[in-house]
């Protein structure tokens, strides 16, 4: 009884195999700060207090947008897990991410979602919003969803079954 349960329980957890694996370069990492120190450079300096305060209202009400969208959309397309999702500030996972294993599918299905409701949500800011608030939501979003639709044009090939794994050296894509 003993050794059957242990190779069943083997044979669940070993069916995956790696098929592909991403290496994050600490050059990527670096690129990613950096464009978010020209971001914040450009809004000081172009609009002065103004823009230093868009820049906190900005990164604040985007990763507001975004937990909003994963959450709704979770509900609506998977059985909600929120184990799996936690708060991350290690680049290039910066914001609500994935911190243990996800289809490729829903992980390809919650950033279109995301992408395009958080443009949306934005636009509907946009009566109240000045412009150095717009272009600093804008951005913000942007920069908070960069790396994940780079890791997915670099998976565009592969099969939706598979699972994902981000960690934040690598970003592991596994299959049966």
Request: proline content about 4%; hydrophobic content about 50%; glycine content about 4%.
């Amino acid at each position: 009884m003993r050794g059957t349960l242990a190779e069943q329980l083997k044979a669940t957890i070993y069916q995956y195999q790696l098929i592909r694996k991403i290496n994050i370069r600490k050059e990527s990492k670096w690129s990613h700060l950096v464009i978010a120190f020209i971001l914040c450079a450009f809004q000081f300096l172009m609009y002065r207090v103004e823009g230093a305060i868009a820049i906190v209202v900005g990164i604040i009400f985007t990763q507001i947008i975004h937990f909003i969208i994963i959450r709704l959309t979770l509900i609506r397309v998977d059985v909600p897990d929120y184990r799996r999702w936690s708060w991350l500030k290690r680049p290039p996972w910066v914001g609500y991410v994935p911190t243990s294993h996800i289809e490729l599918a829903l992980f390809r299905r919650l950033h279109r979602h995301l992408l395009w409701l958080g443009l949306c949500a934005i636009g509907i800011a946009y009566p109240w919003a000045n412009e150095a608030q717009m272009i600093s939501l804008v951005s913000w979003h942007i920069w908070f969803l960069a790396p994940r639709l780079v890791v997915l044009r670099k998976l565009k090939k592969m099969k939706p079954d598979g699972i994902l794994k981000l960690h934040t050296t690598e970003v592991s894509y596994y299959h049966r």
